[in-house]
Nanobody, 122 residues
Framework: QVQLEESGGGLVQAGGSLRLSCAAS????????MGWFRQAPGKERESVAS???????VYKESVKGRFTISRDNAKNTVFLQMNSLNPEDTAVYYC????????????????WGQGTQVTVSS
């Protein structure tokens, strides 16, 4: 079956960096558009960044210039490099895969990981 496994979360001070990874299995990774979402306590899940099968990217406005999404099809892995983190970035971060379209809408994604916690202290 399809599995997405996130790693790389943790506790970091404001201004610091983290690199999240999401390893995929059970699917033809290169055929799937990938996305990173996050959900903070009491808030809705929101799109952070997405990357198409051809490498096109879309970012949430507040992370542009700080976060970079990338993919390595040979390793079936999608990454999220997060720099200049601030406390507002604190959330559980999820990766997701969708076969049809690059999208910022969670409902368009078919498969989800379990999430990794990112906590940014001030």
């Amino acid at each position: 079956q399809v599995q997405l496994e996130e790693s790389g979360g943790g506790l970091v001070q404001a201004g610091g960096s983290l690199r999240l990874s999401c390893a995929a299995s059970g699917l033809t990774f290169s055929n799937y558009h990938m996305g990173w979402f996050r959900q903070a306590p009491g808030k809705e899940r929101e799109s952070v960044a997405s990357i198409s099968v051809t490498g096109g990217t879309v970012y949430k406005e507040s992370v542009k210039g700080r976060f970079t999404i990338s993919r390595d099809n040979a390793k079936n892995t999608v990454f999220l490099q997060m720099n200049s983190l601030n406390p507002e970035d604190t959330a559980v971060y999820y990766c997701a895969a969708n076969w049809l379209v690059t999208s910022t809408k969670a409902e368009n994604y078919d498969y989800w990981g379990q999430g990794t916690q990112v906590t940014v202290s001030s």
